[in-house]
């Protein structure tokens, strides 16, 4: 069975950091693509930040510079270091794991960025 779990999320001010987790189960981490989208209330769901299996980024262009993705294939774990954050990166953050036709995600998690 296929777990995407991620952790991190929370209440942040204007200008913090925070770091997403997602921890994956039961399936071959280590070629699969790792992506984090985010939904805010009432917009779909976009991409923030992906990650291939041979380690290049790519990232949106509202959070290039702030954000970056990395993996630890030893622990099966994609992360995502937010910083400098800003109110419009309010939203549910959702992992993805990707590999041809195969397509999971998390349950997602909340960061909210307020005053």
């Known amino acids: 069975q296929v777990q995407l779990v991620e952790s991190g999320g929370g209440l942040v001010q204007p200008g913090g950091s925070l770091r997403l987790s997602c921890a994956a189960s039961?399936?071959?981490?280590?070629?699969?693509?790792m992506g984090w989208y985010r939904q805010a209330p009432g917009k779909q769901r976009d991409l923030v930040a992906a990650?291939?299996?041979?380690?290049?980024?790519n990232y949106a262009d509202s959070v290039k510079g702030r954000f970056t993705i990395s993996r630890d294939n030893a622990k099966n774990t994609v992360y995502l270091q937010m910083n400098s954050l800003k109110p419009e990166d309010t939203a549910v953050y959702y992992c993805?794991?990707?590999?041809?036709?195969?397509?999971?995600w998390g349950k997602g998690a909340l960061v909210t960025v307020s005053s």
């Open positions: 039961g399936i071959t981490f280590s070629i699969y693509a």
């Open positions: 993805n794991a990707k590999q041809y036709i195969l397509n999971y």
């Open positions: 990650i291939t299996s041979a380690g290049s980024t």
